[in-house]
């Protein structure tokens, strides 16, 4: 193999990786943001029954 050939593969590899990276990072961060408004919903879900049960929702199943 061409040394020209090898260092391009290597770019490539780095790029890809680099790639990953990112998109790892992004999908971490929008589990964390989806997490929170889980919280908020059931928060808000708790705080309209409490009041005299002006709320009547059956919770939802985990998803599996």
């Known amino acids: 193999m061409s040394d020209d050939r090898f260092a391009n593969l ?3 590899v ?3 990786e680099d790639t990953i ?3 790892n990072d992004t999908v971490y961060k929008q589990q964390l943001a989806i997490d929170r408004l889980e919280e908020r919903v059931e928060a808000l879900t708790q705080l309209l029954r409490a009041p005299g ?3 009547n929702v059956e919770p939802e199943p985990e998803p599996e």
Do not use: G
């Open 21 to 23: 990276q990112k998109l």
């Open 10 to 12: 290597e770019t490539m």
């Open 53 to 55: 049960q002006l709320l």
């Open 14 to 16: 780095a790029f890809h």
